[in-house]
């Protein structure tokens, strides 16, 4: 069953522009987390962020968590041309398997 | 240090047959994890292999099976192929169950059935 709902499914924004992409799950967690995705290949680890953290940064990624809403986002500041992909969140319940979103298709336009 | 790798990158069967498929995870990392992305289905999680052992399978038949080598390295099977077992199959490693559970994916190995 997917867990996270991603929101929007698809975004298009010009180069240099922030992009936002956010992530609803419907039970309780251990962590989430979120990827990217290039073409259909295999998933880049973005960033993890705990049930006990509220916001987490890295490089020009902020993500944020806000469990009482069960829901976080991601955002992406100063956008590249190179920052085209498939977002996926993801989120630990337990037993180890993580379950995925269907994503955000992200296009940045030159 | 090297991340996930899988092979074949890509494997073309026809239905019935046997397919398997290749990972070896990041040095270090004990557990392993198979998910499939079939087209319109999103990322399905299939198994988890913790030393050497089946530890929990997602909502598959049974006919999707695996192991995991005393190196770590692990081998998805996937028998009697489907048409609708074409998709791409994802590998990935964390260090060790009970932890934060940040999993590392390899590339995929791209599986059509025809």
């Given amino acids: 069953s997917q867990q996270g709902e991603e929101d929007p499914q698809a975004l298009s924004i010009q180069e240099g522009e922030n992009a936002t992409m956010n992530c609803s799950y419907k039970t309780s967690i251990n962590n ?16 993890l962020i705990r049930s006990n953290e509220r916001e987490k940064h890295s490089g020009r990624l902020r993500v944020t ?8 986002s991601l955002l992406i500041t100063a956008s ?4 085209t992909a498939s977002y996926f969140c993801a989120t630990d319940e337990g037993a180890q398997k993580l379950v995925f979103g269907q994503g955000t298709r992200l ?3 030159p | 240090e090297a991340g ?6 890509h ?10 498929l290749r990972c070896s995870p990041i040095s270090g990392h004990t557990s392993v994890y198979w998910y499939q992305q079939a087209l319109g289905l999103g990322l399905q999680f299939l198994l988890w292999y913790d030393e050497g052992e089946e530890r929990n399978r997602g909502n598959f038949p049974p006919r999707f099976s695996g192991r ?11 028998n009697a192929l489907e048409l609708e077992d074409s998709a791409l199959y994802l590998c990935a490693s964390s260090l060790e169950r009970g932890r934060s559970n940040e ?3 390899g590339p995929g190995t791209r599986l059509t059935v025809l």
């Fill in chain 1, 32 to 47: 989430l987390q979120w990827y990217r995705q290039n073409s259909g290949r295999g998933l880049v680890h973005l960033i």
């Fill in chain 2, 4 to 9: 996930v790798t899988q092979s074949p990158t």
């Fill in chain 2, 11 to 20: 494997l073309i069967k026809t239905r019935g047959q046997q397919a398997t």
């Fill in chain 2, 68 to 78: 995991q080598f005393p190196n770590y390295s692990s081998e998805l099977n996937v």
């Fill in chain 1, 80 to 83: 590249r041309a190179a920052d």
């Fill in chain 1, 107 to 109: 296009t940045i336009n």
């Fill in chain 1, 65 to 72: 968590l806000d469990t009482s809403k069960k829901s976080s």
């Fill in chain 2, 103 to 105: 999993q590392f994916f």
